[in-house]
Each structure stands twice: as C-alpha cells, then as structure tokens.
C-alpha cells in the first residue's frame, strides 16, 4: 500500500472497536477483572482514554502498556487483554 492510498482496515478496525466495547458494556459490572490495555505511542490518546475509563466505570481494574514495553508476563492473571487500534502490532512481540 502506497502512502496515498487510504487504509481499507479502517472501517474493519473501527467496526471491532464498537463490538468490542458493546460486548463489554453489555456484560455484568466485573469488579475485580483485571484487563491489560496495550496501547501505542508515549502518550494515552483521547480515544485510548475514553475506552479505558469506560472499563473503569464498570469495575475493571486496567493497566495500560505501551506495545513497545508490553511483556509476555504483564498479560498474566489478566482476565483480558485488549490491543488498541493506536497500538501496532509489528510491535508487539510475543514471548517477551
């Protein structure tokens, strides 16, 4: 893909994002679950943010990594983890 065309993953990424929080929504408060939020960039962005207070407001305890410092370990005793559409994948590495 050339840098001038558009990004087909978009509308794709963006359809996940909103069954994703739809389904976590609809679930029962889950006081006490523990989620790994693995995000891209230095910085939370807004959206990354607004997803991981609405997880907060439901009761989920959400621990955030960067994908280029998230670990093999940080995912364990986790009860679900979640790849933000600003984290890349190429940089998260498994077995880490």
């Not at 087909?8 to 069954?19: D, T, V």
Request: proline share 4%; glycine share 6%; aromatic share 6%.
């Amino acid at each position: 893909m050339s840098i001038s065309e558009p990004s087909k993953s978009g509308p794709r990424k963006a359809c996940i994002l909103a069954i994703m929080i739809f389904l976590v929504s609809t679930v029962s408060p889950a006081f006490g679950a523990d989620v790994l939020f693995v995000v891209g960039g230095n910085d939370i962005k807004a959206s990354d943010q607004t997803i991981k207070k609405h997880l907060q407001d439901r009761g989920f305890d959400v621990a955030v990594k960067t994908d280029k410092l998230v670990k093999s370990k940080d995912a364990d005793g986790k009860d679900l983890i979640i790849l933000s559409e600003s984290a890349r994948s190429k940089e998260v590495l498994p077995y880490q």
